[in-house]
């Protein structure tokens, strides 16, 4: 049963950083697509980063030079640090891996709050 649990979410204030996992079971995520989404209140969801199996980043407009998602393949797990956090980040992030047969699986997400 594949599992994708998100975690490091939290308050921040505008500036601030976070780091958010993704940890994996029962897929390998060096054998997916890798990405980071996230949903604000009343919006739709955001696709905010991807890594791909020979680890290409791509990153929406508005994150690009603030966050890095990065991928721990000893740990089966993925990382997206946010740096210079902006009231306009806050939503649930939400993690999913996409393999090759395109099946796409989802964690539950992590709320992450940035206070002005």
């Known amino acids: 049963q594949v599992q994708l649990v998100e975690s490091g979410g939290g308050l921040v204030q505008a500036g601030g950083s976070l780091r958010l996992s993704c940890a994996a079971s029962g897929i390998i995520v060096s054998n997916n697509v890798m990405a980071w989404y996230r949903q604000a209140p009343g919006k739709q969801r955001e696709l905010v980063a991807t890594?791909?199996?020979?680890?290409?980043?791509n990153y929406a407009e508005s994150v690009k030079g603030r966050f890095t998602i990065a991928r721990d393949d000893a740990n089966n797990t993925v990382y997206l640090q946010m740096n210079s956090l902006k009231p306009e980040d806050t939503a649930v992030y939400l993690c999913?891996?996409?393999?090759?047969?395109?099946?796409?699986?989802w964690g539950k997400g992590t709320l992450v709050t940035v206070s002005s």
């Open positions: 999913s891996a996409a393999n090759v047969v395109g099946a796409t699986y």
């Open positions: 890594i791909t199996r020979i680890e290409l980043r």
